[in-house]
């Protein structure tokens, strides 16, 4: 029984010991390590100051670029996308947002080290606090949001001196919006990076893009349910003012979205083009009194009336007609002629008929026997087709965006 109690006791010390840092890991390779990168730090940083820029301003804004041949070459600043998902798209705001997530990598050449010297260490990492960073800010957005914690943000420095931060940004850019084709619609939208505190002539940015996520089988994750990921473009322009000192790169990265159509097809097309054949076919149905006919024709025209309402709350306020906004307007055309050949087509009945037989010719006989019951059948057959057509137009154009 003692032996049991030892063995148990010794079992739970070992289980316990095991969720404490265990001094012994700290073979002697890791400690001279340590005592190295330690000493390392000490003699960077001796005289280092993070307030100032490492950014060589010795230079003439007023001549071009590059016109002394012993000065430096411009600073490179460049940040690289790694991941991009897109959050939502706000039409009637005209407003896209996007998780990016990003790197930035810099140089400081008062931060490179010979590694000889220290037991071949190339690497450090070290709180951002520590060494000069650029202020990059993002151009012409609604907001943004930075996810990284602001008291624990790490860079990697390597032994020439060059910097490596990552950047976890959800942001809101503003992204004119083509409607005409709604909702077969695709849009381009472009976020973008400066650096406004430092003249062109000072600096030079770059962007980048992962290689990984050009993939078009990457893209499929990085939409979301209405919209997909179709293109992924990266560039830097240069925004002038034509006075040759508030010139500014914007380091800019392009996404292209194409709307996903299926949920207006099955919800809005679809269904108003039956509910259309339908009421035209009930608005000129036979042996039926024309107040029930009525009550068809002003149900389908409210009802083409709220959903206009609907899409208009969908879509941004711009001049143009969206093809869907058109499909419905023509429905609600289609039932208002119906609704009015029915209102009117007793009084014209009423005033032709008497007059066409006053005289008797093949025509007039012929326009008579039009307006007797054929009158309902022809009117049903040329609208029911008018409605097939619209429908088919923006079938065609789904096919063809698909």
């Known amino acids: 029984m003692h032996s049991v109690l030892i063995f148990l006791i010794s079992f739970l010390v070992n289980i316990t010991t095991c969720f404490y840092e265990n001094s012994s890991h700290y073979v002697p390779e890791w400690n001279k390590f340590l005592d190295q990168q330690q ?9 280092y100051d993070s307030s100032i820029s490492p950014v060589y301003s010795k230079i003439d804004i007023n001549k071009p670029i590059g016109y002394n041949p012993i000065a430096p070459k411009r600073y490179n600043y460049t940040i690289f996308m790694y991941n991009i998902k897109l959050v939502e798209v706000l039409e009637p705001e005209e407003k896209v947002s996007v998780v990016m997530e990003m790197a930035e990598h810099w140089y400081d050449p008062r931060l490179a080290w010979n590694p000889s010297l220290y037991d071949d260490i190339e690497m450090l990492h070290m709180r951002q606090e520590k060494v000069w ?36 940004l959800r942001v809101s850019v503003n992204c004119p919006l083509d409607v005409r084709k709604f909702p077969f619609d695709s849009q381009t939208c472009t976020i973008q990076f400066s650096m406004p505190l430092f003249f062109i ?3 030079e940015m770059f962007s980048q893009i992962y290689d990984g996520i050009l993939n078009k089988t990457v893209w499929k994750r990085m939409g979301n349910s209405e919209w997909d990921l179709v293109n992924l473009t990266n560039r830097v322009e240069i925004l002038s003012y034509n006075d040759g000192i508030g010139d500014m790169q914007l380091a800019t990265f392009e996404i292209k979205i194409q709307r996903n159509p299926l949920y207006y097809i099955y919800m809005i097309v679809f269904p108003s083009f039956v509910i259309n054949a339908l009421s035209i ?20 025209i409210m009802t083409m009336t709220f959903i206009l309402g609907v899409m208009a709350d ?15 307007i023509i429905n609600l055309f289609i039932m208002i002629v119906a609704v009015g050949i029915t209102v009117l087509m007793g009084s014209i009945r009423k005033c032709a008929i008497p007059r066409l ?5 093949e025509l007039r006989q012929w326009i008579e026997w039009v307006l007797g019951d054929p009158m309902e059948t022809i009117c049903m057959t040329v609208l029911g087709t008018i409605n097939a057509l619209n429908f088919f137009v923006v079938i065609v154009f789904w096919i063809r965006d698909s």
Do not use: C, W
Not at 135 to 147: E, G, L, Q, S, V
Not at 315 to 321: H, K, L, Q, V
């Open 201 to 203: 002539q000072y600096v």
């Open 314 to 328: 969908k879509i941004p306020r711009t001049g143009s007609i969206p093809l869907l906004g058109i499909y419905i």
């Open 357 to 361: 037989r006053m005289k008797k010719t």
């Open 281 to 300: 076919v009930g608005v000129f149905m036979k042996r039926t009194d024309k107040m029930s006919k009525l009550n068809v024709g002003l149900t389908n």
């Open 133 to 168: 960073s650029p202020t990059i800010n993002m151009f012409r957005i609604n907001d943004i949001a930075d996810f990284r914690d602001q008291d624990f943000r790490m860079v990697s420095l390597d032994n020439t001196g060059h910097i490596y931060s990552s950047l976890s």
């Open 39 to 47: 000493k390392l730090v000490s003699d960077l940083f001796e005289k």
